[in-house]
């Protein structure tokens, strides 16, 4: 026994003094950590000394993430909400349906890092180190990662390190997906808990796309959140008070707020793909694996972990592995009229809830529909516009 004990602590000395692995992750958010988890359930990747790179201690429920689903899945256990009814509300049109077969799951940041850090260093393969990365570059060979403390080196990188690049081009209009939002406790019951508000319209466009999302968690509870798909933020004060609006357009009587969370998500058909090498590739949402018509980047994230894996496998250059579909051209198109008529969203998607029936549209955004309906859901949309956003980008 101490012989073995031994042994590992020479092995780790070695490790250690060497600065060398054979995989290094960068960043341990959602794509990080779903990569490492789905290595460690992969015996052909057990004996291979795996580093995951993550400045912050990862223990504030910083964000709260959803996506729907069909059926069981393999964050149930961590899921701390779902519903299985939807609303959506724009000017001169409401519709409540049920997401049979889908239910929309809710999952706190927190709850995931508190399952996924302790499982995961449970595997002596894996090392956990708390520094900053300040620059990864890429060789024929190799690929090296400057923390804050030393470089590290591996044959493999895979990085979800946040970046800006998308922002130095013009090419492909680049949107955020910008919100605040309240937790909150109201004196009035006035949120419905069976049924989430996927999108309300009803509040002032400004020429912009702007609506409320709300998670209701009792009569009295919920996430109450103020976004918008566009090009600049907002005061944090301009989001706040539209909370208070909208909450005081309910009769929420007195209100408690109990967690605020803030987001911008990137919403660009940029190819992010571009800066993966042999032995580089970008995850999560540096990857581009954030769908760009919508900001939905967990759900994704967990099914392009799956196919990486399976990937990885093969021992082919990094580059190769594929990211793109006919989706990609669908959200370009989309993006390109959204960034022009950036006040004509909600009559977008109320089209689009209008004329569908809400099991294509999930499925669409999934992007798992067939081309019949595809085509069906464009046809929903106001088709000169799309038109002629196709033209430009043909010619
Ligand atoms: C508030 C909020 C709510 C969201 N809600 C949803 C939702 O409901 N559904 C959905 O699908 N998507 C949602 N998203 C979008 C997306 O799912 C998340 O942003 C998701 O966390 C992206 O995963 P990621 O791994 O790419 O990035 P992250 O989870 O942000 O992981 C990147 C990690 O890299 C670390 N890092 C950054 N810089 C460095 C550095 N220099 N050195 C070392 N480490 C570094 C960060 O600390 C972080 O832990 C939300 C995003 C936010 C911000």
Redesign the pocket.
Same mark, same amino acid.
């Given at each position: 026994m101490q012989q073995a004990i031994q042994s590992i602590s020479l092995f780790l000395g070695a490790v250690e003094k060497n600065k060398r692995f054979d995989i290094i992750i960068? *960043? *341990?958010?959602?794509?990080?950590?779903?990569l490492a988890n789905a290595l460690s359930n992969e015996t052909a990747f057990k004996h291979l000394h795996i580093a995951i790179?993550? &400045?912050?201690e +990862?223990n504030t429920n910083?964000?709260? #993430?959803? $996506?729907w689903e069909e059926g069981e899945g393999k964050w149930d256990e961590i899921v701390s909400n779902s519903w299985g009814k939807a609303l959506f509300k724009a000017k001169g049109y409401r519709s409540e349906f049920d997401l049979a077969p889908y239910r929309y799951k809710?999952i706190k @940041?927190i709850d995931f890092y508190k399952k996924l850090y302790p499982l995961l260093k449970k595997n002596k393969n894996m090392y956990f180190l708390q520094?900053?990365?300040?620059g990864i570059s890429s060789n024929r060979d190799n690929c090296s990662v400057r923390?804050n403390a030393t470089t590290y080196s591996a044959p493999r990188v895979f990085s /979800?390190?946040?970046t800006t690049k998308f922002k130095k081009q013009n090419q492909f209009p680049v949107l955020q997906q910008h $919100?605040i939002?309240w937790v909150v406790k109201t004196q009035a019951p006035i949120f419905d808990p069976k049924s989430v508000v996927f999108m309300d319209f009803e509040v002032p466009q400004k020429n912009n796309t702007r609506f409320m999302y709300v998670l209701p968690f009792s009569k009295h509870e919920a996430l109450v959140e103020y976004t918008l798909f566009s090009k600049d933020l907002l005061e944090d004060k301009e989001y706040e008070s539209a909370i208070q609006a909208y909450l005081e357009d309910k009769k929420a009587g007195e209100v408690s707020i109990i967690e605020k969370? &803030?987001? /911008?998500?990137p919403m660009t058909a940029y190819d992010f793909s571009q800066h993966n090498t042999a032995n580089l590739l970008h995850?999560?949402?540096?990857?581009g #694996?954030? +769908?760009a018509s919508t @900001? $939905?980047? $967990?759900? &994704? /994230?967990v099914q392009k972990v799956d196919q990486l894996v399976a990937f990885m496998k093969k021992n082919k250059p990094l580059k190769d592995f594929k990211q793109k579909s006919k989706f990609n051209f669908y959200d370009l198109l989309f993006l390109d009229v959204l960034a022009k008529h950036n006040g004509e969203g909600s009559l977008l998607f109320k089209q689009m809830f209008q004329y569908n029936p809400p099991k294509r549209i999930f499925s669409f955004l999934e992007e798992k529909t067939s081309l019949w309906q595809d085509v069906a859901i464009m046809r929903s949309f106001p088709i000169r516009r799309f038109v002629s956003a196709l033209i430009k980008r043909l010619f």
């Amino acid at each position: 026994m101490q012989q073995a004990i031994q042994s590992i602590s020479l092995f780790l000395g070695a490790v250690e003094k060497n600065k060398r692995f054979d995989i290094i992750i960068c *960043g *341990g958010g959602a794509a990080g950590l779903l990569l490492a988890n789905a290595l460690s359930n992969e015996t052909a990747f057990k004996h291979l000394h795996i580093a995951i790179i993550e &400045k912050e201690e +990862k223990n504030t429920n910083d964000r709260t #993430w959803c $996506f729907w689903e069909e059926g069981e899945g393999k964050w149930d256990e961590i899921v701390s909400n779902s519903w299985g009814k939807a609303l959506f509300k724009a000017k001169g049109y409401r519709s409540e349906f049920d997401l049979a077969p889908y239910r929309y799951k809710m999952i706190k @940041g927190i709850d995931f890092y508190k399952k996924l850090y302790p499982l995961l260093k449970k595997n002596k393969n894996m090392y956990f180190l708390q520094e900053e990365i300040e620059g990864i570059s890429s060789n024929r060979d190799n690929c090296s990662v400057r923390t804050n403390a030393t470089t590290y080196s591996a044959p493999r990188v895979f990085s /979800s390190i946040p970046t800006t690049k998308f922002k130095k081009q013009n090419q492909f209009p680049v949107l955020q997906q910008h $919100f605040i939002g309240w937790v909150v406790k109201t004196q009035a019951p006035i949120f419905d808990p069976k049924s989430v508000v996927f999108m309300d319209f009803e509040v002032p466009q400004k020429n912009n796309t702007r609506f409320m999302y709300v998670l209701p968690f009792s009569k009295h509870e919920a996430l109450v959140e103020y976004t918008l798909f566009s090009k600049d933020l907002l005061e944090d004060k301009e989001y706040e008070s539209a909370i208070q609006a909208y909450l005081e357009d309910k009769k929420a009587g007195e209100v408690s707020i109990i967690e605020k969370e &803030k987001g /911008s998500i990137p919403m660009t058909a940029y190819d992010f793909s571009q800066h993966n090498t042999a032995n580089l590739l970008h995850i999560g949402t540096a990857g581009g #694996w954030t +769908k760009a018509s919508t @900001g $939905f980047t $967990f759900q &994704k /994230s967990v099914q392009k972990v799956d196919q990486l894996v399976a990937f990885m496998k093969k021992n082919k250059p990094l580059k190769d592995f594929k990211q793109k579909s006919k989706f990609n051209f669908y959200d370009l198109l989309f993006l390109d009229v959204l960034a022009k008529h950036n006040g004509e969203g909600s009559l977008l998607f109320k089209q689009m809830f209008q004329y569908n029936p809400p099991k294509r549209i999930f499925s669409f955004l999934e992007e798992k529909t067939s081309l019949w309906q595809d085509v069906a859901i464009m046809r929903s949309f106001p088709i000169r516009r799309f038109v002629s956003a196709l033209i430009k980008r043909l010619f």
